[in-house]
């Protein structure tokens, strides 16, 4: 019993020690507000020597499709873990945030979403 209980537990220290860290994070706030829509994000990035940019911006969810994005470059090791960035004067509608960290050379190492919603005024105006 002791043995199985050994192996169990060197078992799940492998798989935390294996297991992939989040390359990035986005966080929109405020998810829900009314038009016109002012949302900041907060993206965090974790550190990596290939780091080379990142892209942060939003799809529009309903039928007529916008697209906007920033990508900014990267320093590796160096750069900030932590970017902030404001889209101003969003119409109506569901959206999707993302963020994408990209690594030498030009390849995909994580991507980060969370929907976020513009509401129509109150009072209708």
């Not at 039928?63 to 994005?69: I, K």
């Not at 900014?72 to 932590?82: C, D, E, K, M, V």
Request: with cysteine; hydrophobic share 40%.
């Amino acid at each position: 019993m002791k043995k199985l209980l050994i192996l169990l537990f060197c078992l799940s220290a492998l798989q935390v020690k294996g297991m992939a860290e989040d390359v990035v994070s986005v966080r929109v706030d405020p998810a829900f507000q009314y038009a016109p829509g002012n949302v900041r994000y907060v993206t965090r990035i974790t550190p990596h020597k290939d780091n080379i940019y990142y892209c942060v911006g939003w799809v529009s969810e309903d039928a007529h499709v916008y697209e906007r994005a920033s990508c900014q470059q990267l320093n590796g090791i160096y750069s900030p873990r932590t970017f902030y960035i404001e889209f101003k004067s969003l119409g109506l509608g569901n959206y999707e945030a993302f963020a994408e960290v990209y690594r030498a050379p030009n390849r995909l190492a994580g991507r980060a979403r969370q929907a976020f919603r513009i509401l129509p005024p109150l009072g209708g105006q």
